[in-house]
Nanobody, 111 residues
């Protein structure tokens, strides 16, 4: 059974940075597309960023230029570097490896 463990969330002031990690086990990580999604209170889950199996990278318009998705296949880990964070980035962030979702991790941007 695939296991995903997310880390790196927390409380940060506007303009600050965080790096989320999603460590995968029991999966051939390099074979799968990977992605980050987020869900703010009262809103639907939305796409943040993705790396396809062909290494094509895409980011949502709302985060492009501020967030960067990356992966380390040797470490079976997916990352999301988040810079210039704003209150509207507050949400639970989920990683997606193939068809398996992480448990979600809270990111709160507030002064």
């Amino acid at each position: 059974q695939v296991q995903l463990v997310e880390s790196g969330g927390g409380l940060v002031q506007p303009g600050g940075s965080l790096r989320l990690s999603c460590a995968a086990s029991r999966i051939t990580f390099s074979n799968y597309a990977v992605a980050w999604y987020r869900q703010a209170p009262g809103k639907q889950r939305e796409f943040v960023a993705r790396i396809s199996t062909g290494s094509f990278i895409s980011h949502a318009d709302s985060v492009r230029g501020r967030f960067t998705i990356s992966r380390d296949n040797a470490k079976n880990t997916l990352y999301l570097q988040m810079n210039s964070l704003a209150p509207e980035d507050t949400a639970v962030y989920y990683c997606l490896i193939g068809a398996t979702w992480g448990q979600g991790i809270q990111v709160t941007v507030s002064s």
